[in-house]
């Protein structure tokens, strides 16, 4: 069993910043891809950026203000959000794509944390 704890969201003016993280716990043998998606009330989940075998995919929404990093010591993804705008505001969640000890292949989400843009 593997856990995801997102920790990071709250409120911000616009033109803020923040930074949200998530570290993954339990059965894990490697861990193939990491990342962030979002969903804003009324709207479908969407894929903010994701990080696999060192390349990071971007949200065009979001390039050049958000950024993915990961610690894999620390089995720990981040998401640096700057110049953040109204629209940014949403649920954001974490997501994993791990082999687990077992040796089979696991996609796990975390539980969501909310990011409010607002002046």
């Known amino acids: 069993q593997v856990q995801l704890v997102e920790s990071g969201g709250g409120l911000v003016q616009p033109g803020g910043s923040l930074r949200l993280s998530c570290a993954a716990s339990?059965?894990?043998?490697?861990?193939?891809?990491m990342g962030w998606y979002r969903q804003a009330p009324g709207k479908e989940r969407e894929l903010v950026g994701i990080?696999?075998?060192?390349?990071?995919d971007y949200a065009d929404s979001v390039k050049g203000r958000f950024t993915i990093s990961r610690d894999n010591a620390k089995n720990t993804v981040y998401l640096q959000m700057n110049s953040l705008k109204p629209e940014d505001t949403a649920s954001y969640y974490c997501?994993?794509?791990?082999?687990?000890?077992?040796?089979?292949?696991?996609?796990?989400w975390g539980q969501g944390t909310q990011v409010t843009v607002s002046s």
């Open positions: 997501r994993t794509v791990l082999r687990g000890g077992d040796g089979l292949r696991y996609d796990y």
């Open positions: 990080t696999s075998g060192g390349n990071t």
């Open positions: 339990g059965s894990i043998f490697s861990i193939n891809a």
